[in-house]
């Protein structure tokens, strides 16, 4: 199983804690600037073609529609690492203050380039 999960990390690493060093910084980029409803920052670590289906109006509606009933977020941790659509997808649970509910993230990664990107982002 962990060769597997290290097969995914292939293209962001030369090893599973490099790859991850390289990925984390970008999540979490991702994850508070979906929060602070920041979307130059969000959109400075995603993808063109993710970008071409998030557009600043969407992610203000969506921000909108998430932050009053998620809060603060608090924590996360990541829970596996998986393949999707023929992409790398680390899979988080996540916890905000405003509710006892655990929140899923998954995050899949591309690359432009040799700089890497996210390509699709599910908060639910």
Not at 16 to 33: G, H, K, R, T
Not at 95 to 110: E, G, H, P, Y
């Amino acid at each position: 199983k962990e060769a597997i999960m290290d097969s995914y990390l292939t293209p962001f690493g030369n090893t599973q804690e490099e790859a991850l060093n390289n990925l984390i910084p970008i999540v979490n980029l991702a994850i508070n600037a979906h929060v602070e409803g920041d979307y130059q920052q969000f959109s400075s670590v995603c993808s063109k073609r993710f970008l071409s289906q998030v557009t600043q109006e969407s992610f203000e509606l969506a921000y909108h529609q998430f932050q009053p009933q998620m809060g603060a977020f608090i924590a996360k941790t990541l829970v596996t690492i998986i393949k999707q659509r023929g992409q790398t997808v680390l899979v988080y649970i996540a916890k905000f203050s405003m509710t006892d509910d655990d929140v899923l993230i998954r995050i899949a990664f591309c690359k432009e380039g040799e700089v890497i990107k996210v390509d699709w982002m599910y908060i639910e």
